[in-house]
């Protein structure tokens, strides 16, 4: 594998552990803040030192505990693009670029930096200082300067959190237009779960320190194994349950039994449905279909989100089972009809969770 980690580092809070590999493909690293996921980075960059471990790049050792083993970081050839971008005020796009190349001849530096200004739509910014330029800007020329060196892994740290919602979008298609022609590996951190599913193939979801799940971004986001990884993923909906047969549950805090496709685990003791996966039904002996009042409702620009009390009426604003998400177009055509209405709790949508993360996150 392109990339193996397997480290540990005591930090103030808790232990840090992570292991796993990666082919060259792009990793999204997920979970809250201060729960480790910075400082994965940072240790594989060589910015920090684990306490004990292996990291591995395209078969060349950049730490190993036991052999003593530690590659300064100007050797590791890994790219970092820093949160805050960490550009250079005293110097030129161009020099900020270019900074990571004073061993190359001249010709060789101005033909990477044509490449990458180029690349990332840099043209006619050269001799402005970072100040001159625009937020966008400063990640893009951030981007080219990582990705000038040719580095073996290109890690980016929460590279949009500082852009507004027009200026994520818009880079997000840049990078993944850069991303496309890149040969490494590729580490991205973000809160942004749209991003990480857009950019990313493969998933690794972090909880103070410990590393709950690493898997294909589809089965991260379908079946969550465990309530944390569900809860980091923006599941909105869970219910404490147990196992009635071998297809049917009981949701306690739900007040109802949904019968299941998916096996049921052995340690099963939480049952979770995403709020866009809720949908309305004109038949009431539809299966896991039960009728529903509105208790209150949350816009953003797009959707409504829908909180429904399940089977009877609710007594106040809080007491509700479940969070629906519809797009407002859907929520025009049912928020006057009478009540109550009928919810769907599509069997296939269901996933089963193991009881020793429960509550956790």
């Known amino acids: 594998m392109p990339l193996f980690v397997n480290i540990q580092k005591q930090l103030t809070s808790y232990p840090l552990k992570i292991a796993f590999d990666l082919d060259q493909n792009t990793l999204g690293i997920l979970g809250g803040s201060g729960s480790g996921k910075s400082m994965t980075l940072r240790c594989i960059a060589g910015i920090e030192t684990p306490d004990q471990g292996r990291i591995v790049l395209n078969d060349r050792v950049l730490f190993d505990s036991k052999r003593g083993i530690n590659v300064p970081i100007r050797d590791r050839r890994v790219g970092f693009v820093f949160q805050n971008y960490a550009l250079f005020p005293h110097l030129t796009v161009a020099q900020n670029i270019v900074y990571g190349l004073q061993h190359l001849k001249r010709t060789d530096q101005r033909s990477r930096l044509a490449e990458q200004m180029e690349k990332l739509h840099l043209q006619g910014l050269e001799d402005r200082y970072p100040q001159q330029i625009s937020g966008g800007q400063q990640q893009r020329v951030a981007l080219a300067r990582a990705l000038a060196i040719e580095p073996e892994i290109l890690i980016l740290d929460e590279p949009f959190s500082a852009l507004d919602t027009y200026l994520r979008s818009h880079l997000q298609e840049q990078l993944a237009e850069a991303l496309a022609t890149y040969s490494g590996t590729t580490l991205f951190v973000t809160h942004n779960l749209e991003e990480v599913y857009g950019i990313c193939q493969k998933i690794l979801v972090?909880?103070?320190?410990?590393?709950?799940?690493?898997?294909?971004?589809?089965?991260?986001?379908?079946?969550?194994?465990?309530?944390?990884?569900?809860?980091?993923?923006?599941?909105?909906?869970?219910?404490?349950?147990?196992?009635?047969?071998?297809?049917?549950?009981?949701?306690?805090?739900?007040?109802?039994?949904?019968?299941?496709?998916?096996?049921?685990?052995?340690?099963?003791?939480?049952?979770?449905?995403?709020?866009?996966?809720?949908?309305?039904?004109?038949?009431?002996?539809?299966?896991?279909?039960?009728?529903?009042?509105?208790?209150?409702?949350?816009?953003?620009?797009?959707?409504?989100?829908?909180?429904?009390?399940?089977?009877?009426?609710?007594?106040?604003?809080?007491?509700?089972?479940?969070?629906?998400?519809?797009?407002?177009?859907?929520?025009?055509?049912?928020?006057?009809?009478?009540?109550?209405?009928?919810v769907h709790l599509d069997p296939l949508r269901l996933f089963m969770m193991r009881s020793h993360d429960v509550g956790g996150g």
């Open 206 to 342: 972090i909880s103070d320190g410990k590393q709950m799940a690493y898997d294909r971004k589809e089965a991260i986001f379908d079946r969550p194994e465990t309530y944390t990884v569900a809860q980091i993923t923006g599941c909105k909906n869970f219910s404490q349950a147990h196992q009635i047969s071998a297809t049917r549950i009981e949701a306690r805090e739900w007040g109802c039994q949904l019968d299941v496709v998916e096996p049921i685990p052995d340690d099963f003791a939480c049952v979770g449905i995403r709020a866009h996966h809720l949908t309305f039904s004109d038949d009431a002996n539809q299966m896991n279909t039960f009728p529903c009042w509105v208790t209150k409702t949350r816009e953003t620009p797009h959707r409504t989100t829908i909180y429904l009390k399940l089977n009877s009426p609710p007594l106040h604003p809080m007491d509700y089972h479940v969070q629906a998400e519809v797009f407002k177009e859907r929520w025009a055509m049912v928020k006057d009809q009478p009540l109550p209405w009928f």
